[in-house]
């Protein structure tokens, strides 16, 4: 099978920010503070802040729920945290089930948005829109999408939509299982899907949207008898029209028992960046029993076979990238041994695009390093590449803009960076069909 030439993107929490979830500084100062900011913060969202004073709301369910987490919230506040990852990073060998109750606590914040209220303000329906080929039925085979988020808006609605449409141009539900199956797990990172769709994800050229970090919900439920077939937090428990509905289901009993499945770098893979075996693998599963968390069965992967897959994709398809873009990554440190299992042996020549919304060069040049505040997004980006692919070139050809800013000239030997303000902007201008785009 011929490769497709591939723009790979990778989308931080910035892209997140216009479907209105909460950065990890927002994180940190109003929802991980104390259990009884936690508390005042979800009571306000579920039943309105004037609603709640008034009446004295106080369930006694959430209660249930939020008091074995206290103690992890208040160590991540006495030890000054400045997000989850670094609590993580520390407390990974010591604190396991810290770490654990502070996944369920971000499930909890992340969970209780729901982005469809306001869906107009959200970038992320003009980017699915760019991601069908075409036929507006099919995904592109020259994208790809790597994503470090934890929300699950994405997934969601890419496959709503790809079902919607394959169903209004006159496919039933068992063509579209039997046709669409690889593809459905290609959008939700074969957390849904069995054992070929996985071996799908894993060998295939298509599209995908890869989830590195995993996500907070399971892209499926499955019902015995009636009932959860096991206890976990589906997509079927988000985005629903009454939030006090995903409130009850999120703080159940039966929720406060799971845990999303969320791992970080340093939990998939050695200090080498080799990934875990299954052995040393922090979430363990018994297979022994017939359901499996997210509606599977022991005859599908296993989630060490799924982020295995993830990240072996990942890794492929950034070896076989022409561009590169970065959108709404904060690129901090704790990235780099994962960039270092991504980008390991990398050279040649790409393109090279990243947002920058809070910088002052101007939009849509490619600027040299030196000419951008050493703290941007893109300096960032620009210095983990040199650090871990120092043979890769990235837009070593066209009008650079150098440290004066007075005049474009054509440079061969320099590497750069093309900047674009935000996500809207990028969706617009990098996202026409072809690698390469104005």
């Known amino acids: 099978m011929a490769i ?3 723009h790979v993107i990778f989308l931080g929490a910035g892209a997140s920010v216009s479907s209105g979830y909460p950065l990890g500084d927002d994180l940190r100062k109003i929802w991980l503070a104390s259990a009884g900011d936690l508390k005042k913060q979800v009571l306000d969202l579920v039943y309105g802040k004037e609603n709640r004073i008034r009446t004295g709301q106080h369930p006694a369910q959430f209660d249930n729920w939020v008091q074995p987490l206290a103690e992890s919230l208040k160590l991540f506040r006495n030890g000054c945290f400045g997000t989850i990852d670094e609590f993580c990073y520390l407390m990974r060998e010591t604190k396991v089930q810290e770490v654990a109750n502070l996944k369920n606590v971000l499930r909890l914040v992340l969970g209780l948005h729901n982005p469809e209220n306001e869906f107009t303000k959200s970038d992320y ?11 507006l039925r099919a995904l592109r085979n020259d994208l790809v999408v790597i994503s470090f988020n934890y929300d699950v808006y994405l997934e969601w609605l890419l496959l709503r939509a790809f079902e919607t449409r394959g169903a209004a141009y006159g496919n039933t539900p068992e063509v579209s299982l039997n046709l669409n199956g690889n593809v459905i797990s290609c959008i939700t990172s074969g957390f849904r899907g069995s054992a070929p769709a996985l071996k799908s994800l894993a060998e295939e050229n298509g599209f995908c949207l890869l989830k590195l970090h995993g996500m907070i919900a399971w892209p499926q439920t499955i019902t015995v008898g009636g009932k959860q077939a096991t206890p976990h937090c589906s997509f079927e428990h988000l ?5 006090s509905d995903t409130f009850q289901a999120l703080v159940s009993s039966d929720m406060a028992g799971s845990t999303p499945p969320i791992l970080f770098p340093w939990e998939i893979m050695d200090k080498s960046a080799q990934i875990l075996t299954a052995e040393k693998f922090p979430i363990k599963e018994d297979r022994s029993q017939q359901w499996q968390p997210g509606g599977r069965t022991s005859a599908d992967p296993s989630v060490h076979a799924i982020f295995r897959t993830i990240w072996e994709r990942a890794r492929r398809e950034v070896a076989n990238a022409t561009k590169i873009s970065f959108v709404g990554l904060s690129m901090h440190e704790y990235l780099e041994g994962g960039f270092k299992y991504l980008f390991a042996g990398k050279e040649g020549s790409v393109d090279l695009v990243v947002t920058d919304h809070n910088g002052v060069r101007a939009s849509g040049e490619c600027w040299t390093v030196d000419s951008l505040d050493p703290n941007s997004a893109p300096a960032k980006v620009a210095k983990l590449l040199k650090n871990t692919c120092p043979n890769l070139r990235w837009n070593p ?10 005049t474009a000239r054509p440079v061969h030997n320099l590497d750069s960076v093309k900047i674009r303000r935000n996500f809207e902007e990028f969706v617009v201008k990098e996202m026409n069909h072809g690698v390469k785009d104005g």
């Not at 985005?239 to 939030?243: L, M, Q, S, T, V």
């Open 239 to 243: 985005f629903r029209p009454n939030i």
């Open 125 to 135: 329906y003009p980017f699915i829109q760019k991601l069908f080929s075409d036929d």
């Open 397 to 406: 050809r066209g009008r650079v803009r150098l440290e004066n800013g007075a």
């Open 4 to 6: 497709a030439p591939k």
